[in-house]
């Protein structure tokens, strides 16, 4: 069953009578699945909410103007060091920045920018778990001082949750401006981006009893899809939604970043580093040559996409 109005998305977004389904118990220590147990984001009712604290409260030390500049000049750089030569905007640039700037700013030292994005593909539940993954939370958890605790979980869960998701919105605002250059602002083009375009698709919620959501009656433990994608091209809310208009009125009313009481804590976070790389990007010209999808269960983020810089 899947919820596709605007409307209906926020409402089950909203609801407690809809909850995350939980990941897995954990049969280790210090691995994906612990990982996957030990985080805000599988988590349900007060684990949750202690969980999610631990998150917002990493994240209310770090300063999203100062993240998004060191990104912009570290894209900056491995641009400069690329001359002319065809370049793969996903594994130079969009994946690693964010993720190295991050790391640092949570107080990781050296560079865990490999163990991050060995692991990230792994991190959702419905994806394979592999022994790279395993080593790479391993690392991660060093790495975070060397106590898998909830503490060090919602540090490395940070890295998780950011590293491919704001990759996607990088690529895809790259992919927009290509198809349709633009002079709006970048954070009017990372609005529109994030409506049009969004990396994070969908998610999913489970009745935990009887419950009437939009149309819907759902009967305990069903499952639901929350499609985030679709809700955020409803013409009820956003006027020609199929056309690509950075500037338009209300593009921020966009469902990418979740809603309600889960909604994503890490969205000015994410807004600064794209915007920080995307700033960069656009004072040179790019021609994308090709792009290519990875095929992740609820994300659509390009696993390369290779570009020429003029
Ligand atoms: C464009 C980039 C991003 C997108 C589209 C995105 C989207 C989302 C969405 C939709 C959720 C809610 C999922 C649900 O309700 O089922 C979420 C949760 C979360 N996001 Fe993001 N996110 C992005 C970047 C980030 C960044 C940069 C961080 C951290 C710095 C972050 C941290 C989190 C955390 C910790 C959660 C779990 C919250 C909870 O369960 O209470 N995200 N994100």
Redesign the pocket.
């Known amino acids: 069953m899947r919820i596709t109005t605007h409307a209906g998305v926020r409402a089950a977004?909203s609801s407690p009578h809809l909850e995350?389904p939980p990941a897995a118990p954990a049969d280790d220590t210090g691995g994906m699945r612990w990982l996957r147990a030990t985080?805000?984001?599988?988590?349900t009712g007060r684990a949750?909410r202690r969980?999610?604290r631990l998150?917002?409260d990493a994240?209310a030390d770090?300063d999203a103007a100062t993240l998004g500049r060191g990104a912009g000049a570290r894209a900056g750089e491995i641009l400069a060091g690329a001359g002319d030569r065809p370049l793969d905007l996903m594994s130079r640039i969009a994946l690693p920045v964010?993720a190295q700037l991050?790391a640092r700013a949570l107080g990781m030292p050296g560079d865990v920018t490999g163990a991050v994005l060995a692991a990230a593909p792994a991190y959702h539940p419905r994806s394979e778990i592999t022994p790279v993954a395993d080593e790479a939370v391993a690392a991660l958890i060093r790495a975070a001082g060397g106590v898998a605790d909830e503490r060090t979980a919602?540090r490395i869960?940070?890295?998780m949750?950011?590293a491919e998701?704001?990759a996607?919105?990088v690529a895809h605002a790259v992919l927009a401006l290509g198809h349709q250059p633009s002079a709006a602002s970048t954070p009017a083009v990372l609005a529109e981006t994030?409506r049009y375009d969004?990396?994070?698709r969908l998610?999913?919620?489970r009745a935990t009893g009887p419950v009437r959501c939009g149309h819907l009656d759902l009967a305990a433990g069903t499952e639901v899809e929350?499609d985030?994608a679709a809700a955020n091209r409803d013409g009820a809310v956003f006027d020609h939604p199929g056309r690509f208009d950075p500037g338009r009125a209300g593009a921020d009313r966009h469902?990418?970043?979740?809603?309600?009481?889960?909604?994503?804590?890490?969205?000015a976070?994410?807004?600064a580093?794209?915007g920080g790389i995307v700033d960069v990007l656009r004072t040179r010209r790019l021609e994308v040559d090709t792009v290519r999808y990875g095929a992740a269960a609820n994300l659509r983020v390009p696993a390369s996409l290779m570009v020429r810089i003029r």
């Open positions: 977004l995350v985080v805000a984001r599988f988590s949750h969980r999610r998150a917002t994240l770090i964010p991050l919602a869960g940070l890295l949750q950011a998701a704001t996607g919105l994030l969004p990396p994070v998610t999913r919620r929350v985030l469902v990418t970043f979740g809603a309600g009481p889960r909604s994503c804590p890490g969205a976070h994410a807004r580093l794209a």
